[in-house]
Antibody
Framework: QVTLKESGPGILQPSQTLSLTCTFSGFSLSTYGMGVGWIRQPSGKGLEWLANIWWDDDKYYNPSLKNRLTISKDTSNNQAFLKITNVDTADTATYYC???????????WGQGTLVTVSS | DIVMTQTPSSQAVSAGEKVTMSCKSSQSLLYSENKKNYLAWYQQKPGQSPKLLISWASTRESGVPDRFIGSGSGTDFTLTISSVQAEDLAVYYCEQYYDTPFTFGSGTKLEIK
């Protein structure tokens, strides 16, 4: 059974760095073909893809976030991470991690973690 | 970036009715080498995370009821629910994974009369 769970700071101030952790089970990021992605959703709005990381450490980023993103993984502890630097109120959203399927689609999703950026 | 346009933005149907919703991409999602369309459909029920329904435009995920049917090719795609049930109340999103940045449509909200 594949499960994923996101964790984050809840609230942070503008200009700080947002650090998110995705802890998963039911698959390994050291297995060929596995990957994890991050997607966010402002309240009442649509979905925005942020970044993907694959078993071989190949990484993909959304260029709209202008080099603010860093995705990484800890294979031994079944975790993936996302950092977003210099956050702004526009970064307020629910952040999801998801296991990537055979292509860059999101087969299994976590419950999401709400992040609020406020001064 | 590939722009995904979903229509309608919302629709209300009665249980048992057939419903179709559209997803159009600004460029073709059909990869010529494998003849596959790089499009997925998701269902997001109120207060829940999105759930994958369909990948490769028409391949239903395991456990997804067969009333959910994905079709289309190139730039025009459709999600059909052959006989809507009350539990299908949700927002439905399409996603293209043909090219980065991977992009989602703005969603179609399905309401049950």
């Amino acid at each position: 059974q594949v499960t994923l769970k996101e964790s984050g700071p809840g609230i942070l101030q503008p200009s700080q760095t947002l650090s998110l952790t995705c802890t998963f089970s039911g698959f390994s990021l050291s297995t060929y073909g596995m990957g994890v992605g991050w997607i966010r959703q402002p309240s009442g709005k649509g979905l925005e893809w942020l970044a993907n990381i694959w078993w071989d450490d190949d990484k993909y980023y959304n260029p709209s976030l202008k080099n603010r993103l860093t995705i990484s993984k800890d294979t031994s502890n079944n975790q993936a991470f996302l950092k977003i630097t210099n956050v702004d109120t526009a970064d307020t959203a629910t952040y999801y991690c998801a296991r990537i399927g055979g292509g860059h689609w999101f087969a299994y999703w976590g419950q999401g973690t709400l992040v609020t950026v406020s001064s | 970036d590939i722009v995904m346009t979903q229509t309608p933005s919302s629709q209300a149907v009665s249980a048992g009715e057939k419903v179709t919703m559209s997803c159009k991409s600004s460029q073709s999602l059909l990869y010529s080498e494998n003849k596959k369309n790089y499009l997925a459909w998701y269902q997001q029920k109120p207060g829940q995370s999105p759930k994958l329904l369909i990948s490769w435009a028409s391949t239903r995920e395991s456990g997804v009821p067969d009333r959910f049917i994905g079709s289309g090719s190139g730039t025009d795609f459709t999600l059909t629910i052959s006989s809507v049930q009350a539990e299908d109340l949700a927002v439905y999103y399409c996603e293209q994974y043909y090219d980065t940045p991977f992009t989602f449509g703005s969603g179609t909200k399905l309401e049950i009369k």
